[in-house]
T-cell receptor
Framework: AQSVTQLGSHVSVSEGALVLLRCNYS??????LFWYVQYPNQGLQLLLK??????LVKGINGFEAEFKKSETSFHLTKPSAHMSDAAEYFC????????????FGTGTRLKVLA | DVKVTQSSRYLVKRTGEKVFLECVQD?????MFWYRQDPGLGLRLIYF???????EKGDIPEGYSVSREKKERFSLILESASTNQTSMYLC??????????????FGPGTRLTVT
């Protein structure tokens, strides 16, 4: 069965430090991949998506992610964390060609330390 | 901007009550989804709909039903609320006939407590 794994349910970084949130998928066929962010008491909003074009995808708020087929990964990065980045981040995958749904990871809560 | 609205942000109901959660989107999207979100479990799909009056079960449909009489509105119904249905409920919509390539647009969520 397909799955999405986010390593680390909680990640803390200092303000100005690199943000790295990990996402691995299991699928024999590379899926479409998405990162969403959820701020407190809000719904999810799209940060970026990979749909088989460029492997390095740039998103909003300075985030980017790189699709690596050999590692079945789609890690999210940001060079310099800001206090406003504190939120929960979800990786999601959907299969190419027919499946009706996303598979969401369990989320990573990012804390930014002053 | 796409807007997905949910009828209530917070709701408290008693065990055994019938509960209606309403979701409306204003961008003429074909697809609509209901998820529940629980700590450590991520988002789990309850039901989705790809057209008016069409519905498909997701991963955890037991104890829930849905209704989509109009394209912009998708309702989630808890037939007889139970305490294990206490959760955050998120509605989402997406455009197009091909689900997989499209991002989903989420409402703000309804935090339901069943006592």
């Amino acid at each position: 069965a397909q799955s999405v794994t986010q390593l680390g349910s909680h990640v803390s970084v200092s303000e100005g430090a690199l943000v790295l949130l990990r996402c691995n998928y299991s699928s024999s066929v590379p899926p479409y991949l998405f990162w969403y962010v959820q701020y407190p008491n809000q719904g999810l909003q799209l940060l970026l998506k990979y749909t088989s074009a460029a492997t390095l995808v740039k998103g909003i708020n300075g985030f980017e992610a790189e699709f690596k087929k050999s590692e079945t990964s789609f890690h999210l990065t940001k060079p310099s964390a800001h206090m406003s980045d504190a939120a929960e981040y979800f990786c999601a995958a959907s299969l190419v060609g027919g499946t009706y749904k996303y598979i969401f990871g369990t989320g990573t809560r990012l804390k930014v330390l002053a | 901007d796409v807007k997905v609205t949910q009828s209530s942000r917070y709701l408290v109901k008693r065990t055994g009550e019938k509960v209606f959660l309403e979701c409306v989107q204003d961008m003429d999207h074909e697809n609509m989804f209901w998820y529940r979100q629980d700590p450590g479990l991520g988002l789990r799909l309850i039901y989705f709909s790809y057209d008016v009056k069409m519905k498909e079960k997701g991963d955890i449909p037991e104890g829930y039903s849905v209704s989509r009489e109009k394209k912009e509105r998708f309702s989630l119904i808890l037939e007889s609320a139970s305490t294990n249905q206490t959760s955050m409920y998120l509605c989402a919509s997406s455009p197009g006939l091909t689900f997989t390539r499209s991002e989903q647009y989420f409402g703000p969520g309804t935090r339901l407590t069943v006592t």
